[in-house]
């Protein structure tokens, strides 16, 4: 009995232990740039302390009545996605991760698996989620793509008119994905221009910069490829105690 109480009090001790993995939450990353001239280029800022290990994915994939589209780079049976982000070392808050494209295909920080986007200049949508967008043969086709395994972090339009939740869902217009939202800057439509980045304030806590990032104008667009050039000079935020204030190096 002394041993199976001794037991149970290291069983729990070890549970108490053992490091909880934090779980994220929409707004936790944002997508600060995109080029769908070039290589389908994209990068994110990290706007808290990433755990190790954590995994983050990426879709084109478009959305209607909050179901993805599946062929669209989640459950290709060609090229099967999507593209995934993951690192063995914690993330701090204000690192800017940049994927360098169809060519060079790695992260510039983390490890990289599944398809890369297509990204296309006659409009699209780039989606980061953590967890799993499943196939649900139970939807109608193609809107098989089921997120109730995921969630949903940030979101951005760009290169049409913007966000539609009325017709939209074909792979160049989409619905807002679900869990995220305009008025909450985690659903943000860009530009009508093929290639964006964003250039606003980069001091402030987290909520001051996503509603920043959700702001078009502090956005600078253009649909000329040569335009784009020097808009990867910056790698990350400084964060400043206690860790909740970001200004650019």
């Not at 990426?58 to 090229?79: I, K």
């Amino acid at each position: 009995m002394l041993f199976a109480r001794r037991m149970v009090l290291a069983v729990c001790c070890l549970l108490l232990a053992a490091p909880v993995m934090a779980q994220l939450k929409a707004g936790d990353i944002a997508l600060v740039e995109y080029n769908t001239d070039g290589e389908d280029e994209f990068a994110w800022v990290a706007l808290c302390r990433l755990p190790a290990n954590t995994v983050i994915r990426f879709t084109d994939s478009s959305v209607s009545n909050g179901c993805f589209r599946w062929t669209e780079h989640l459950g290709d049976v060609v090229s099967p996605g999507p593209l995934c982000w993951s690192h063995t070392n914690a993330l701090e808050a204000g690192t800017v991760v940049r994927w360098r494209g169809a060519m060079v295909r790695q992260w510039t920080v983390g490890q990289s698996s599944g398809a890369w986007p297509n990204l296309n200049s006659d409009g699209d949508q780039l989606v980061a989620y953590s967890g799993v967008i499943s196939n649900n043969p139970s939807l109608p086709a193609p809107w098989q793509g089921d997120a109730a395994g995921a969630v949903l972090l940030h979101a951005i339009n760009f290169a049409n008119s913007g966000w539609d939740n009325v017709t939209g869902g074909d792979p160049e217009s989409s619905f807002v994905p679900p869990g995220l939202s305009v008025s909450g800057g985690t659903a943000v439509h860009v530009s009508r221009l093929d290639n964006a980045c964003y250039r606003g304030i980069r001091e402030g806590d987290a909520g001051s910069l996503l509603k920043a990032i959700a702001d078009p104008a502090h956005w600078i667009a253009t649909n000329d490829l040569t335009g784009v050039e020097g808009w990867g000079v910056w790698e990350s935020f400084r964060v400043e105690p206690p860790g909740t204030v970001f200004s650019i190096r």
